[in-house]
């Protein structure tokens, strides 16, 4: 059975950082995508940063330059590391990871973050 655990996320005020993390177990192969999202209050679902197995990134217009996403293929987990947080951050972030192309895709139980001014 395969199951993601998100940690790290927490409450901190605009201009500090925060590291979620995403750890996969059930695969023993290499997953080909691995993703965090974030749904605020109100707001639909949206895509944060992705990360490929061979390390290509992707990154949503409004995190670029604050938000890094790494991954341990090895251990199957992800990271994603938030600097200068801003209010707008605040949302429940949830890990994504989709084993093989075209496959079903997988989500973790989500994990809060909440960013003051």
């Known amino acids: 059975q395969v199951q993601l655990v998100e940690s790290g996320g927490g409450s901190v005020q605009a201009g500090g950082s925060l590291r979620l993390s995403c750890s996969v177990s059930g695969i023993i192969f290499n997953i080909n995508f691995m993703g965090w999202y974030r749904q605020a209050p109100g707001k639909q679902r949206e895509l944060v940063a992705c990360?490929?197995?061979?390390?290509?990134?992707n990154y949503a217009e409004a995190v670029k330059g604050r938000f890094t996403i790494s991954r341990d293929n090895a251990r199957n987990t992800a990271n994603l590391q938030m600097n200068n947080v801003q209010p707008e951050d605040t949302a429940v972030y949830y890990c994504?990871?989709?084993?093989?192309?075209?496959?079903?895709?997988?989500w973790g139980q989500g994990t809060q973050v909440t960013v003051s001014s």
């Open positions: 990360i490929t197995n061979r390390g290509s990134t």
């Open positions: 994504n990871a989709v084993p093989k192309v075209g496959g079903p895709s997988y």
